[in-house]
């Protein structure tokens, strides 16, 4: 049974950083690609990054945002720099095997979510 489990969220103000963890069980964390999507409130799900030879990112966060992934935790990292308030959203993992993506329909399993905050 594979598992995603996310932690790190949180309330932070602008300009600020935060970084969220996902840790993955029940797959062979190097047969996929992990990524990570948001979605605000009355928003779609919206694609910010994915990792697994190479790194994709959305424009609204590249140079700010960092995916990395540590295969002997089994765990994909996201570090968030110079948070701005349009990055509130509930930011979710997710996996697929092989061939990275940003269309979210694409992704097998995804974890439970966790709340990013960034007041102005």
């Known amino acids: 049974q594979v598992q995603l489990v996310e932690s790190g969220g949180g309330l932070v103000q602008a300009g600020g950083s935060l970084r969220l963890s996902c840790a993955a069980s029940?797959?062979?964390?190097?047969?996929?690609?992990m990524g990570w999507f948001r979605q605000a409130p009355g928003k779609e799900r919206d694609f910010v990054a994915a990792?697994?030879?190479?790194?994709a990112y959305a424009d609204s966060v590249k140079g700010r945002f960092t995916i990395s992934r540590d295969s002997a935790k089994n765990t994909v990292y996201l570090q968030m720099n110079s948070l701005k308030p349009e990055d509130t959203a509930v930011y979710y993992c997710a996996a697929r095997r092989n061939i990275a993506t940003r269309n979210l329909y694409e992704y097998d399993y995804w974890g439970q979510g966790t709340q990013v905050t960034v007041s102005s």
């Open positions: 990792i697994r030879g190479s790194v």
């Open positions: 029940g797959l062979t964390f190097n047969d996929y690609v």
